[in-house]
């Protein structure tokens, strides 16, 4: 199976030159999680064409620090290119600003949180997932760094993970298939602790900074959201 990652933001500016690009880190993450597939990135946010939906087998779409109501040119087509893909029953994963795009796309509804910045190793409880994805876990710890969320989830979408600042945390499309989450397995604690350090008093309120480096010392969860993924891709 090919993998199209579907790039939708940038590393902040500041970082670029240290980490790997968002794509990158979502194709590692399935590696590490035993993923054997090709891979083909698509960087949207730079504006390169999205593939002849007839020409894609599988859907991963990345975060970005973009918002789903942006006035980008990118948008749109993006909202319909996952319908497409959505008709067609292609896998589909989203992981933050995924998420959010896939919902709005859907049916659903997402933007600015009025709980602001969730920041830092979050906790969400797994419910409702399908047999075939079940998690040897209940809960799982991962890093988030976002101020919008799904507000309201489209008709056919299932919460299979939550929490009280993200009650649409992760959302099951039985009908697609696709899933998403709001956190992100794909970053490792260098680029989050890195990435807070940075932004601290420049994007997030310094305390809030604080606390979510401090909260990076829970252990992570992120590689048990990598196996989700590489499992639902492989039921196709």
């Known amino acids: 199976m090919k993998i199209t990652i579907l790039q939708t933001g940038l590393v902040p500016e500041p970082m670029r030159d240290d980490f790997d690009t968002y794509g990158t880190m979502m194709q590692k993450m399935l590696e590490t999680a035993g993923g054997d597939f090709d891979y083909e990135v698509v960087s949207v946010v730079e504006n390169e064409t999205l593939p002849p939906i007839d020409q894609v087998e599988a859907i991963l779409i990345t975060g970005s620090s973009h918002g789903v109501y942006d006035p980008l040119p990118w948008i749109a087509p993006l909202k319909e290119f996952?319908?497409?893909?959505?008709?067609?029953?292609?896998?589909?994963?989203?992981?933050?600003?995924?998420?959010?795009?896939?919902?709005?796309?859907?049916?659903g509804h997402?933007?600015?949180?009025?709980?602001?910045?969730?920041?830092?190793?979050?906790?969400?409880?797994?419910?409702?997932?399908?047999?075939?994805?079940?998690?040897?876990?209940?809960?799982?710890?991962?890093?988030?760094?976002?101020?919008?969320?799904?507000?309201?989830?489209?008709?056919?979408?299932?919460?299979?993970?939550?929490?009280?600042?993200?009650?649409?945390?992760?959302?099951?499309?039985?009908?697609?298939?696709?899933?998403?989450?709001?956190?992100?397995?794909?970053?490792?604690?260098?680029?989050?602790?890195?990435?807070?350090?940075?932004?601290?008093?420049?994007?997030?309120?310094?305390?809030?900074?604080?606390?979510?480096?401090?909260?990076?010392?829970?252990?992570?969860?992120?590689?048990l959201l990598g196996r989700l993924f590489v499992r639902f891709f492989q039921q196709k």
């Open 110 to 223: 997402a933007g600015k949180s009025e709980k602001g910045w969730g920041l830092g190793r979050h906790d969400y409880q797994l419910v409702n997932l399908p047999e075939k994805l079940a998690l040897e876990a209940s809960h799982v710890s991962v890093t988030a760094s976002h101020q919008d969320q799904v507000l309201q989830a489209p008709p056919e979408a299932q919460i299979i993970a939550k929490s009280d600042f993200t009650p649409f945390a992760g959302l099951y499309y039985p009908n697609g298939p696709a899933i998403s989450v709001q956190p992100h397995p794909e970053f490792d604690d260098e680029f989050s602790r890195t990435l807070f350090t940075k932004r601290k008093g420049v994007v997030f309120d310094p305390d809030d900074a604080d606390e979510a480096l401090v909260s990076l010392q829970k252990t992570s969860s992120s590689a």
């Open 82 to 107: 996952i319908k497409q893909a959505y008709a067609r029953h292609l896998p589909m994963v989203g992981i933050c600003f995924g998420h959010q795009i896939m919902a709005e796309a859907l049916g």
